[in-house]
């Protein structure tokens, strides 16, 4: 059974390799698709690391990845982000897995570092998702925060992939900007107004939950700076909202 790597980039190249060369040794093939977009030189890199290239103008995040799933030639799937990596505990797991005909797909762990710091609470850990399947039983859906969802049964790995992400506030924020855009416009695309209630309560709500329920606070000045950052994140969604609207 044929394995592909897929991966969507945008200004990637200082993390690419890390993410090609810690599956190099387990899959067929690497598809990487780069938003066209691109500034620097995730292209010239990812040829360099013998990844099949393909520019294309971002639409959305599950319009990319379903792009880059039908250049495909693998019989399974196994999506990364330019910024994640497959330990080797996980890379001997993953050809296990695939000899198998049990499962159609497999949801796998993820360890989340940002700002220098691995996060275990804050709402990101737990995090695993359908990250590895069969090509002709999954497909991603939705535009925000996409999902595979899998026509069949589905397992669980053990092992976690690693997620290098958001190393400073300025990674971050430049998440902030974009996400809430996206957001904004499906928002409004869906007959969605400005509410300042929503706006102060959205934020609250993430910033309390984050902090305080999901047990931010374990996470120590990064739990509260990444609390306090998705609440601005909701303030700036509802903001954009209304310049849209007017």
Known sequence: MKITATIIAKDEEKNLPSAIHSVKDLVDEIVVVIDSRTADKTREVAIKFGAKCYLRDFDNFAGQKNFAVGQARGDWILSLDADEEIPAELVEEIRKAVKSDEFDGYLIPRRNFLLGREIKHTRWSPDKHIWLWKKEKGKWVGEIHEEVAVSGKVGELKNAK?????????????????????????????????????MFFDAARSFFGRYFYKLGFLDGWQGFALSYMMGIYRVITWVKVREKEK
């Open 162 to 198: 690693v997620h290098n992400s958001y190393k400073t506030v300025s990674d971050f924020l430049d998440m902030v900007n974009s996400y809430t855009e996206l957001e904004a416009k499906r928002k409004v695309a869906n007959g969605e107004h400005f509410s300042f209630f929503r």
